[in-house]
């Protein structure tokens, strides 16, 4: 790591600061106004901020206890694409109302038949003069109940590579023929659903950069996806951190159990790794160098990190701990276990604010991580072939996906 945050006084910082103070409860467009939603962002959306003023921004924020829209896909993934491949209009009329969180996205890409191997998508887009009509299913689209548009990708030529023939959409989710079932994961919350088309019509105005583009655009969305989940924090970046763990362990006095003493160590360890290594990656791109092996492994790390954080969380709490909606009891402290969950959330927010976003939401959550923004195989899959440079499996050299090199090897 070779930069140093600015101090207190620096006028970096005390812009923000007099923003604030002039802002004290600012709404999502008050902010994405200012540019604070996206500071990396070129204007109108941004500041151009580099690496250090956008870490001084985020630190000045959250001192001031002030939280961006709750956007993840819309502002982490769909903008990109939308800014890198959309047209003017397009920008105008989604990017806005993205930032300051008035509009909420979803992303329509996964299906039944295709998840790690997306390009196997089989929802239909077919041209019918000014419009396409969409007929298909998409399923794990988190949030999509609470969304106004989803990012959509599905097949618009089937006589050509499954690569090829693939288009980027926006999906209006209050569309005729657009319904939904819900999803209800183990940790008893509904934020998948299995979204259904049936001959859905969009104008052509709703696809984003050319027909057959679609898997170039897909796979922005993915690595803005992959980066953006990687950030600090055990559950993708939001709920409790290991650092939250070990507060609440000094805390409640001495842990006299040695195993246990040892896996904090270890979670403490991870998270100091996790950290440097997101400096590193902040140190290549101030060089002005694109980050190597450091971006690759983060997601990697980072997920396996949260298990651990969220699986000791539970063994703390010990017998207590098997006990549907208790925490680690022992370890938060009594005072908090009853607490309004306006306080229990200085842990750290959940993306969905009805899931309590505690410990015990966290430990059923966790096995999440090494699935979604693709699996713990796939990244390793990634290490192996993009950094360690390792032979690509053999079954997708000849072409043949993995699923049916799945089905050849049963
Ligand atoms: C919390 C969460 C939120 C999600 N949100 C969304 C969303 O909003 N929108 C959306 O579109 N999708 C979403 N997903 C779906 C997610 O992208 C898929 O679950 C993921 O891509 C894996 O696909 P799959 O579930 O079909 O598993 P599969 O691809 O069927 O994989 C099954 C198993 O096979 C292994 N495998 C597959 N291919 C290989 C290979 N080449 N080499 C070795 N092993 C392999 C996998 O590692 C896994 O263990 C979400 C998932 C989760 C967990």
Known sequence: MDFDLPPDDHPMRTTVRDWIAANPNPSGRDLA?????????????????DPIEQLVIDDELSRAGIRRPNNQIGIGWAAPTIFMAGTAEQHERYLPRIFSGEEFWCQLFSEPDAGSDLANLACRATRDGDEYVINGSKIWSSGAHHSQFGILIA???TDVPKHKGISYFIMPMDADGVTMTPIVDMTEAHSFNQVFFDDVRIPVANRVGEEGDGWRLAKVTLSNERVSLSSAGSLWGTGPSAAHLI????????????????????VYIEAKLLELNRFRSLSATLRGETPGPEASIQKLMADDHGQHVMELAKDLAGADGMIAGSGPVGVVPDAMQGAPVENRRRLGASAYPEVDPIWHHGFLFSPAL?????????????????????????????????????????
Do not use: C
């Not at 106004?33 to 901020?49: I, K, M, N, S, T």
């Open 33 to 49: 106004e200012a540019g604070y939603v996206v500071p990396h962002w070129p204007a109108p959306y941004g500041l151009d901020a």
């Open 155 to 157: 097949r618009t030529d």
């Open 247 to 266: 507060d609440l362990i000094r805390e409640h006095g001495e842990l006299t159990d040695a195993i246990l003493r040892q896996r904090a160590m270890d």
């Open 370 to 410: 090494t699935v979604g923004g693709g699996t713990f195989a796939i990244q390793r899959n990634i290490v192996a072939e993009h950094v360690l440079g390792l032979p690509r499996e053999p079954n997708v050299e000849k072409g043949m996906s993995w699923s049916e090199a799945r089905s050849l090897a049963v």
